[in-house]
């Protein structure tokens, strides 16, 4: 244990060292360090046709990307992002272009109540927010409800006079919200939005017939949740405690299986194939494995990562790259980046799950002849996680280290 504790504080195998990283990293035009509203808008600077993904506040961020839709094509996006009221907002901001990624870069906002102006300005409501068609009934505990409305407005949505989630729109009034369903009974959401000014709109119901689905409800942040009275500190610099991935990073820095001692923890950047094995040596309490031999080419013995990555190759957990014709060719890629397939699978050796046996396809992008199917079906059976709206897993896509977060702990729960 005390070796184990001792690595721990040495390395932070998941802040440092990421790949390399080629594009340059966003800058900020000035920003208030305090300022009394709802929204404010970043003027971010980036790479020519960079997507700039930005995490913090109270709301989930959809991307955008330069010169999309209505932006002109110039290196320069305007990010209206919302404000936590009376508190210090946070802000991690990453570019990606063409398979390259930058640092993050933070900024820090405190919204204040203490009004610095007497004008009224906007006070014309925007229209009540387009919801796209919902195929009910609906097998599932939570629905990802898409739409349109006024562009970069504050989207909340209420259920029985409660306010169960919120967002922002695009910069083209684009939306995309996850809600929790009861099964069993017929869900009814009240979506509006707001604009810039603080004029709320009037409500569009969203009407959703849910079933019970075959796999058990996941356990979800209630699993992870606190005493009220319990004072928690918050573990990262961008790790707010209003943000959706802030207790599964939190319950991965109570069991040890990050390093909590650092100051951020990247959320918007993307996991490695090195990152991984460490987090799935540590949440599955695999004992490590350090063989005078290196088993791969490009995992050296002074690596940070050897032990992890020979530990859930001795595993058989993953035996590295093959190639086009099946041969194993000896490397590991511990810095490329993993896809959510990949994830699937690894999360799933990693935790031992029984594969699902059950015949057909639960996503329209992950066919009975994929390699990831079993892996895929099998997260997808224990809660672990979902697909989207459109009935897709989208497999191929890079998971970031928010999400990865969500995996390991949902996992750790079963």
Request: glycine content about 8%; some cysteine; overall charge negative.
């Amino acid at each position: 244990m005390k070796l184990k504790n001792t690595i721990l504080i040495i390395i932070c195998a998941l802040v440092f060292p990421m790949g390399a990283l080629a594009l340059n990293a966003p800058t900020v035009g000035s920003v208030p360090s305090q300022i009394n509203a709802d929204v404010y808008t970043l003027t971010i600077n980036v790479p020519i046709g960079s997507k700039v993904n930005v995490i913090g506040g109270p709301n989930d961020l959809a991307p955008m990307t330069d010169g999309a839709g209505s932006d002109a094509l110039d290196g320069i996006v305007k990010f209206m992002v919302g404000l936590a009221q009376e508190k210090t907002n946070i802000f991690s901001i990453t570019a990606e272009r063409e398979g390259e990624f930058s640092n993050s870069v933070t900024v820090t906002i405190k919204e204040t109540n203490k009004a610095t102006s007497t004008e009224k300005g906007d006070t014309t409501s925007p229209t009540a927010p387009e919801i796209d068609d919902i195929s009910n009934p609906v097998k599932a505990y939570e629905y990802e409800i898409t739409g349109s409305t006024e562009a970069s407005a504050n989207i909340y949505v209420e259920k029985g006079g409660n306010k169960v989630a919120s967002t922002q729109a695009n910069s083209n009034g684009l939306f995309h919200i996850i809600v929790d369903l009861e099964t069993g009974k017929t869900n009814r959401f009240n979506i509006s939005a707001e604009d810039g000014a603080g004029n709320k709109g009037a409500a569009t119901q969203a009407v959703i017939q849910a079933i019970q689905p075959d796999y058990p409800r996941p356990e979800g942040e209630d699993s992870y949740s606190r005493n009220d009275n319990e004072s928690i500190e918050q573990p990262f610099n961008d790790v707010p405690k209003d943000a959706w991935f802030y207790t599964y990073i939190e319950d991965l820095v109570d069991e040890g299986i990050i390093d909590g001692s650092k100051d951020e923890y990247n959320p918007a950047e993307l996991v490695n194939r090195a990152e991984l094995s460490k987090m799935i040596v540590e949440a599955f309490d695999f004992d490590l494995v350090t063989p005078n031999i290196p088993t791969f080419k490009d995992v050296p013995k002074d690596a940070w990562f050897y032990s992890y990555v020979e530990t859930v190759a001795a595993n058989g957990i993953t035996a590295g790259y093959k190639d086009s014709e099946g041969n194993l060719t000896g490397y590991f890629g511990p810095g490329d980046s993993v896809t959510r397939e990949q994830a699937a699978k690894l999360i799933v050796l990693g935790a031992q799950f029984t594969i699902n046996t059950i015949n057909g396809s639960s996503f329209s992008d992950v066919p009975e002849n994929r390699w990831s199917y079993d892996y895929v079906e099998t997260v997808y059976a224990n809660g672990i996680v979902s697909g989207y709206q459109d009935a897709t897993f989208r497999p191929g896509n890079n998971i970031n280290r928010a999400e990865i977060a969500k995996l390991v702990s949902g996992a750790m729960s079963k």
